[in-house]
């Protein structure tokens, strides 16, 4: 008789063990179905993060290249003085440029403008969503400030998940003296 209570107690605990497991299982695959969303979010956060600090420094370098620009070819000497500031013709007030920019903008010698120097620095990012402002005080004349805004809309992956669509604007501005 000793032996069958034996077996049994071990049939019983073996069993027991085996729903342990089960359940123990169970509880991973819960854990980890609540922890992967944030995971998931953690990740494409720090994708957004990083294609928002490449976005920006190119917005500075844009900035960088139409300041330099303007204050080589900019002054009052220079023969395609004063230069096309508004790019295309497309509604823009003068001094600024927005939008789609078509054809890079040229002066009447085919060199690039202050606009088209900003385009050409803003590698990776959509034209369409730069906006360039130039200010020249005093005529753009030698040694007068020259000043290049260039504003990007920065549009996060992560911003859509949240509310629709957020938009992040990155500015940089460069003054330079004109030679």
């Not at 605990?13 to 089960?22: D, G, K």
């Not at 980890?32 to 720090?46: A, K, R």
């Not at 060199?111 to 990776?124: D, E, K, N």
Request: with cysteine; aromatic share 8%.
């Amino acid at each position: 008789m000793g032996d069958i209570t034996t077996a049994r107690s071990f049939h019983s605990v073996e069993s027991e063990e085996r729903l342990v497991r089960r359940a123990e299982r169970g509880q991973s695959l819960v854990e980890f179905g609540l922890i992967l969303p944030v995971l998931l979010f953690l990740t494409v956060g720090l994708m957004d993060a990083g294609q928002a600090i490449f976005a920006y420094n190119s917005v500075v370098r844009a900035a960088r290249e139409g300041a330099r620009y303007g204050a080589v070819y900019g002054g009052s000497q220079h023969p395609e003085f004063p230069w096309a500031l508004a790019g295309p013709a497309n509604g823009n007030t003068p001094g600024t440029y927005a939008g789609d920019p078509g054809p890079l903008p040229l002066t009447a010698n085919g060199l690039p403008t202050i606009v088209g120097a900003v385009l050409r620095g803003a590698t990776g990012l959509d034209a369409k969503e730069l906006t360039v402002k130039v200010e020249c005080p005093s005529n753009c004349t030698a040694r007068s400030p020259l000043i290049v805004t260039v504003t990007y809309k920065y549009r996060p992956l992560s911003a859509y998940a949240l509310n629709g669509g957020a938009v992040l604007n990155l500015t940089s501005v460069a003054r330079v003296t004109v030679e």
